[in-house]
């Protein structure tokens, strides 16, 4: 009997997770539509465009070459004035920061500020906001569709009425990376929600 109540039990608990996870996804996505563009003609000019960093170490991430094309191109399309490049370049081994500058190098892109402390996506945009030169631009993030929505999450609380867009780079057809994207950004998505209280306006 005491099994059987305590299996029921942690059914309704693991039930109830599942449901906040999936209310957090929601408000995620609902707070980001319209702001998350596909079309790079459609998409609205801003001042800088965001870079925002992923996994650039011995083995890169298979989202790290369609970011920094989809920089290239938004710059060269007129619809950004320079790159703003924002990671994580904390360990010898892990140098996604310095890679990107040199990308945007190569292909003739200005670099207006390097972050290398960016570890994570609020704490790149938190970052940016605080400096005093950023408070009144706008902003273009620069990244997958699935990290956009997120990071237009947080600004819509962090940035107030700032212009800020997002351009979605390319995605990866790899299934197991799906399957771990789909995982991680889900947890990811009900942080974001969960830290609303803790988020202060720059």
């Not at 099994?3 to 999936?22: D, E, F, T």
């Not at 965001?50 to 989202?63: E, I």
Request: hydrophobic residues 45%; proline residues 3%.
């Amino acid at each position: 009997m005491k099994h059987s109540k305590a299996v029921k039990i942690g059914g309704i608990l693991i039930g109830l997770v599942l449901l906040l996870i999936i209310i957090c996804n929601v408000i995620v996505v609902t707070a980001s539509a319209e702001k998350c563009y596909d079309d790079l003609d459609a998409l609205p000019h801003n001042t800088y465009g965001l870079l925002l960093g992923t996994g650039r170490g011995s083995n890169p991430s298979p989202y790290y070459e369609a970011r920094v094309q989809a920089a290239i191109d938004l710059y060269h399309a007129g619809k950004i004035d320079a790159v703003i490049v924002s990671g994580e370049n904390l360990y010898d081994d892990y140098f996604e920061v310095d890679t990107m500058v040199a990308a945007m190098k190569e292909a003739n892109v200005p670099v207006q500020l390097i972050d290398p402390y960016g570890t994570d996506t609020y704490t790149s945009l938190r970052r940016i906001k605080a400096l005093d030169d950023y408070k009144d631009c706008s902003i273009t993030i620069i990244s997958q569709h699935f990290h956009n929505q997120r990071a237009i999450f947080y600004c819509k609380y962090l940035y107030g009425d700032m212009p800020v867009a997002a351009y979605n780079a390319a995605d990866t057809d790899i299934w197991y990376w799906d399957i771990w994207r789909f995982v991680r950004e889900s947890l990811a998505r009900t942080k974001a929600v969960l830290m609303l209280p803790f988020i202060h306006r720059t």
